[in-house]
């Protein structure tokens, strides 16, 4: 234990003593050749900002004092963002694990494998579909490791019986579902996923495909029909269960608790007489009063109910769109929290969120290919990535206080030591985990401030991970060549945006809380962590300098009035390798990471979208929250799909179709690029005017312009349903007019 044993870790070491290690590392190539570049790039960061303060001390009127200052923020800003950002490239590095080695390191070490809490959440049996967290159930209950070992605790947010209909029947199928899994070894262990895929057919699996058909038959009907008809159980147990919903109001935000313990591993078994993990559904009590948290007011309310029942010393967290891809992953994750060579401060090991169904290029960047796949390599090389919500694996101990402080729980029940006497179905333990998931429980105790996933912003995960670190837990990246997790996510652009607004208020509560990144945090973790968490801190801000570039040097064009430097001017290239250099850059990082252009170009083009729009809705929604004024709600993301909207999608085509303020901000800038490069060309070509004065504008537009050809598409040529909604470009055309005309008056003033 404490200092990393360094025959472990060394990349090399793999060979000579395999029998021993569990994981290695090594250090990205690339990072001699970033840190050259960021040096010669911050030179002319430099550059930029001190002529643009000269150019401030230089105006002579109002107007030019103003755009001066304009540039001057939104360059700050970027300078920002870039500096941060740079803490993701200084010591980026890959690991890699030997699991098959892991059962020999637990035997000479006189240990046992550690039992497992898996918590999946759902909150909408709508959104969320009954039958996909079923599938993301199954695919974890599946996992190569002693069933034994392995609670699975569902959190229904949604209240619903039609999600606890569903378990009832996966309880069932897992009978079948496991002993086929391990019969035929297969890899894929979330049905839909294996019957959807090039399976080998036997008479064997087509028996289970009829069983697994069936079950899904069964919850497809429920769900359609809204409620549990008698027909669909038979069950007595099951009856008095579902017979809650008959005798209580039901309602998301107003209900009882419900616990119900589906399968247990000392009592029930599959069909082949071998152990089955424990099922348990949780649906926490919830009323109309009380404010709830959110995912994590759900994760608590399982940390708790887990600790009664099995107290495991090891939970990993699952949202429901995300199914496991790889029966080894707890194994793999074993190989950090097991290994010797790991200091007892690692508090939890993230693995990437990777997505399933995303298109060839992946039209909305909806892979966030950099949050979730390049940069974490780089605080991976300092004290680990930040928490993503899902897929990640913790040390119980690390939820309950700092590596070197342990807080005690209120009652002696939770703490992570104690240990579990009684049968999880026994009367003591099921009372006792209906108290600890009433919604008043959490009244006067460190709940969400000091203990457990912590409350406060609208994304809980990043907010929890930042503290943890910063009491002094480290984490780790645990990113393998099979994707461990395959989830949803986001296709069609209004969820996107509306995903990315979620995000961005949640960004903010935690830069303008107490434990702001760039204070607190800087103190906490050093410089380069601290610098990290406030880049992400910052996102949303980012739509200042985002805004500023997609309409003032537009409007001043439109006004023939330059704001950049002459070709001719040295400033010029500066600008120019700014701009390249910052893009190749990160085209470098994508290509590198298995991205292709198309895609990067893709995920640039997202990039300016929600920054004009979802990071400024984000920003306004949280300055109205601030005044009391809003109340921004948890909105979950939808995970069904109508056909055609997934048709459009698997062509590449943009999918607008809702009138929704989201889409006005952009409408507006593609509008305005377009006329500017239109009259700037004019003016420049035909007139010859100004064509070397205005040429960093008319670049700058056409530029934009280019990334909005979707956009002219949706407005102008296509007559589908998802096309740009009238009423949006009618909106953005007014609103465009009305700048023009502001700036026609500024220019007289
Ligand atoms: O009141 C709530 C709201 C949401 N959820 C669950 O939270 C998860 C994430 O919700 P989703 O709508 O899928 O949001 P995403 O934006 O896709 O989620 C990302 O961002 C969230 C924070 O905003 C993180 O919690 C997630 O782990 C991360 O994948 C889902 O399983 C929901 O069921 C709850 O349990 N209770
Ligand atoms: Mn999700």
Redesign the pocket.
Known sequence: MGRPNKTIQHPNATTTSTALCLHTYDQLRRTPFNRVFAAVYTCAILTLLYHHALQIFKTTTLLSFSLSLLLLTADSIIAFQWASAQSFRFRPIRRREFPENLETVIRETDNNYPAVDIFI???DPYK?PPIGVVNTALSVMAYDYPAEKVSVYV?D?GGSELTLFAFMEAAKFAGHWLPFCRRNNIMQRSPEAYFRSNYTSSPDSENIKTLYENMKARIEQVVEQGKVGKEYVDDEQQLKALGKWATHIFTRQDHPTIIQVLLVSERDTDMTSCAVPNVIYVSREKSKNRPHN??AG?LNVLVRVSAVMTNAPIILTL???MYSNDPQTLKRALCYFMSPSMPPSLGYVQFP?IFHGINKDDLYSSEHKLVFQINPLGLDGLQGPNY???GCFFKRRALFENPSCFINPELPELSPNHIIRNPIYSHDVLALAHRVAACDYEKYSHWGSKLGFRYGS????FYTGYRLQCEGWRSIFCSPETPAFLGDSPVSLIDQLG?MK??SI?LLDVLFSKYCPLTFGIRSMGLLMGLAYSYYGCWPIFSIPLVIYAFIPQLSLLHGASIFPKVTDPRFLLYIFMFFGAYMQDLLAYVLARGTIQRWWNWQRMWMISGLSSFSFGCLEFSLKSLGIAMPE?N??NKVQNNELSKRYKQGIFEFGVSSPLFVPITMAAIINLMALVVGLFDGILKGRNFDELALQILLSGFITINCLPIYEAMLLRSDEGRMPTKITIISMFLVLALYVVGVIAHQI
């Not at 609208?458 to 995960?461: M, R």
Request: glycine letters at 8%.
């Open positions: 959440c759902t909150a969320e959190s947010d959110f995912k759900a949202d429901c769109d969120q993503v919500g899902t609208l994304v809980e995960d995903q979620r995000w949640g948890f979950i993301t």
